[in-house]
């Protein structure tokens, strides 16, 4: 049988001015490491050998009804203005209707040179691709917005960084790749008629019942406040948050030097590249706001009445924070075993994240064990968390079932950086085990597995990982 992908294309109908059609480059040796079985029943891609899917998802062969092409963006890096990014290194095969009657990309990355390369090989090494296949899975299985990895085929070739590296390619899926730098592109260059184009295609992809500009604004306020709010629940820093990287579906996308903290420290940044901390946890609602007012920007370019415009899109604007505020509210509630509201829930919430911070304990595990009593081991001063405990412990007096609503809100495995690292050194090595297994029990990281104790265990000190590199 020969692989079957049910495309049904629509970002290629949009014309020339949004894309540059580009075959992947082939590679020599290609080799599947990894495919994703449910994610490609999902997706009613059905094919049989290994072989074949390695030689599909390295770039070598096109299955039919690809239209493969490069998509063109611009955007804000750490808060400067490219008026041209674009795929640099991935290539969108196309789009399929899901068993679940949505519409996906599926997109290769890592698979060679495009218009939009400059000075980038194209490449993609094995690292941030098993990183980005781990991650973004586990994202997916905690419930929060991401793109997903379908396969990851290694190359054959080598990569140069740092050193030579073994090349890869992942297969990305995505509810779409546009961005908010793929309307700044077009505003930017004055291309109303594209513009609006593309807030139709938008509107009509993601979000069918906004109405005009500023309804895909608020929707996509919305979108992104829910999933900045879910990524502050579970200690995710995105760390490189350039307009760029701001998807309009509201999911996470590109996973660079990214990370999920193991001690809470409010001002923790990862990548290596952010020196400044723009990108740091603590700073991720603000930034969010600050992509949003880029696309307000680029939305209102094509409203005729420009005074009502900027009103218009600085009141959606200048709403979101307090809509991420109460989402984090609603989220944090939970990891404490709440579910009623009640005003002084803030400042308990505050003061347990203080004690967390002060006591240097690990996040993910704090709250976890919340639900089991044991947390206080967790703290290098457990007398000062006895006091919040108490005070705690006769707020959830007046809760149902706080327990199970723990239970359901703090995982117990979160993809760990030391780990990740670990995983990576053995794949260059040709051992899949721990990649594979971090898989497995990640899949359901809300349930305490058998032999997966490692999995959750904190860095030691000469484990801690300080910096993230972006692997490009
Ligand atoms: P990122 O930091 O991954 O969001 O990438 C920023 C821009 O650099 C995008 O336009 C990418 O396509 C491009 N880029 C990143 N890595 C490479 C590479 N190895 N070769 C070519 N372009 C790249
Ligand atoms: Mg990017």
């Known amino acids: 049988m020969v692989m079957h992908i049910p495309f049904d294309n629509t970002y290629a109908h949009l014309g020339p001015l949004f894309y540059s059609k580009q075959l992947p480059e082939p590679v020599t040796a290609p080799q599947l490491i990894a495919f994703n079985q449910p994610l490609a029943d999902l997706l009613q891609v059905s094919g049989n050998s290994a072989q074949e899917q390695a030689q599909v998802f390295a770039g070598n062969q096109m299955p039919s009804g690809a239209d493969p092409l490069a998509q063109a963006y611009a955007g804000h890096q750490f808060g400067t203005y490219n008026p041209q990014l ?14 679940d009657g949505k519409r996906y990309d599926i997109q290769l990355k890592g698979s060679g040179r495009t218009p939009y390369s400059r000075r980038g090989d194209g490449r993609a090494w094995l690292g941030p691709v098993l990183r980005e296949y781990v991650i973004s899975e586990a994202m ?36 779409s790749h546009l961005r908010v730098g793929t309307f700044q592109l ?14 139709d295609y938008a509107i009509n992809r993601h979000y069918p019942q906004a109405q005009g500009p500023m309804g895909l604004l608020r929707a996509v306020r919305d979108a992104q406040a829910r999933l900045i709010a879910a990524w502050m629940s579970v200690g995710f820093i995105h760390g490189v948050m350039n307009t760029d990287n701001s998807s309009i579906s509201g999911e996470t996308i590109d996973y660079g030097p990214c990370a999920f903290m193991d001690h809470y ?57 307090a809509l991420i505020e109460a989402e984090w509210l609603r989220l944090f509630r939970r990891k404490i075993g709440l579910e009623t509201a009640q005003d002084a829930d803030m400042e308990l919430i505050s003061e347990l994240l203080e004690l967390l911070e002060q006591g240097q304990a690990d996040f993910t595990n ?8 044991d947390a206080r081991d967790q703290f290098l001063a457990p007398e000062a968390f006895d006091g919040w405990e108490r005070r705690w412990r006769q707020r959830c007096a007046q809760e149902q079932d706080p327990k199970a609503v723990m239970r ?14 670990e995983m990576i050194a053995d ?7 721990l990649f594979e297994r971090m898989q497995q029990v990640l899949a359901n990281p809300f349930t305490v597995q058998a032999d997966a104790e490692d999995l959750r265990r904190p860095p030691q000190e000469n484990e801690v990982v300080a910096a993230t590199f972006c692997g490009t």
Request: glycine content about 10%; overall charge negative; proline content about 5%.
């Open 186 to 199: 077009f505003a930017a260059r004055g291309e109303i008629a594209a513009l609006r184009q593309l807030t």
């Open 427 to 433: 794949a260059v090595a040709g051992d899949l085990s």
């Open 408 to 421: 359901a809100a703090n995982p117990v495995y979160i993809p760990r950086n030391h780990r990740i690292e």
């Open 86 to 99: 674009g795929d640099g290194r991935a290539i969108l095969l196309g789009e399929v209707l899901g068993q």
């Open 366 to 373: 704090v709250f976890a064990a919340l639900g089991d009593g």
């Open 265 to 321: 420290r409010a001002d923790q940044v990862f990548s290596s590249i952010d020196r400044m901390g723009r990108y740091a946890y603590s700073n991720q609602p603000s930034i969010a706001v600050w992509n949003l007012a880029q696309l307000a920007t680029a939305l209102i370019q094509q409203l005729d009445d420009p005074q009502q415009a900027v009103d218009e899109a600085t009141e959606i604007v200048h709403a979101m924070p």
């Open 140 to 175: 997916h299985a905690l419930g929060i917005p991401t793109t997903r990895a379908l396969a990851a085929v290694a190359t054959g070739e080598t990569v140069w960084r740092e050193g030579g590296m073994p090349g890869a390619v992942l297969t990305r899926v995505a509810a």
